[in-house]
Nanobody
């Protein structure tokens, strides 16, 4: 079945960096656009970034533009989110997502905490 497994979260100080990974299986990864979302405590889930299937085109939320980079390795069925210059407001559970078989799928999430 389709699976998305995030990893790489943790606790960092403001200004620090983390790289999140999302290992995907159960669908044609190389043909699918992949997204990252996040949900902070008490807030709704929000869009972070997207990478399209062909050509590597990307899109970012204004709040992370210039600090976060989404990338993919189709040979490894993995999508990444490189997060630099992290801020306390980036604290959230981060989820990767894909739309396949007519619906959206989400991983279990990975916690990112930015605090001094």
């Amino acid at each position: 079945q389709l699976q998305l497994v995030e990893s790489g979260g943790g606790a960092v100080q403001p200004g620090g960096s983390l790289r999140l990974s999302c290992a995907a299986s159960g669908f044609a990864f190389s043909n699918a656009a992949m997204s990252w979302y996040r949900q902070a405590p008490g807030k709704e889930r929000e869009y972070v970034a997207l990478i399209i299937a062909v050509g590597g085109g990307t899109n970012y939320a204004d709040s992370v533009k210039g600090r976060f980079t989404i990338s993919r390795d189709n040979a490894k069925n993995t999508v990444y989110l490189q997060m630099n210059n992290l801020r306390p407001e980036d604290t959230a559970v981060y989820y990767c997502s894909v739309r396949a078989y007519g619906r959206g799928y989400w991983g279990q999430g990975t916690q990112v905490t930015v605090s001094s």
